[in-house]
């Protein structure tokens, strides 16, 4: 399984180039509002920046929390999110250990769906896929991500 990781974030300036490419390529609209990739600032411009991702639970809080089954678990670890069951609750947001479930205004979910496609847009080469054996469990220090999507 692939996952996303984020080993080179002392490079990061917060561009956020990763989270518009994210909102563009896999959501359809450029907004911050939409990525599934956040970063914010480790406590000042001086101090660096974070990167706010999925890190694969397995099982999946969030999933587990879901009352419609809008978030299902994706094997290996994530979740699959199929939009058009989603009544915007929070439920899953609120279960994420690692605070990675955004909600937009309206309170649609937006979540980290391991594609990597934001590895290609950050210009200091901060965002990395890997292959690994087994799922990272929920930690802060890793974020992850993997391969399977569904965000209609």
């Given amino acids: 399984m692939k996952i996303l990781t984020t080993p080179r974030m002392e490079r990061c300036i917060g ?7 994210c909102a563009r390529l896999v959501h359809g609209r450029v907004s911050w509002d939409t990525a599934g990739i956040r970063i914010q600032s480790s406590g000042g411009l001086s101090t660096g920046f974070e990167a706010r991702v999925c890190v694969a639970c397995d099982p999946a809080y969030c999933a587990q929390a879901c009352p419609t089954g809008a978030m299902s678990q994706r094997r290996g670890g994530g979740v699959i999110v ?5 009544i915007r609750c929070g439920e899953c947001a609120r279960a994420c250990p690692v605070q990675a479930i955004h909600l937009d205004r309206s309170g649609e979910p937006f979540v ?6 934001c590895v290609s847009f950050c210009p200091h080469d901060c965002l990395e896929m890997v292959e690994v054996d087994s799922p ?3 930690s802060a220090n890793q974020p992850s991500a993997g391969t399977e999507k569904e965000v209609s």
């Avoid at 561009?15 to 490419?21: D, F, G, I, N, T």
């Avoid at 980290?112 to 496609?117: F, N, P, S, T, W």
Wanted: hydrophobic letters at 30%; aromatic letters at 0%.
């Fill in 82 to 86: 199929r939009k058009k069951l989603c």
């Fill in 112 to 117: 980290c769906i391991h594609c990597g496609r």
């Fill in 136 to 138: 990272a469990r929920p």
């Fill in 15 to 21: 561009c956020h180039a990763c989270s518009l490419a």
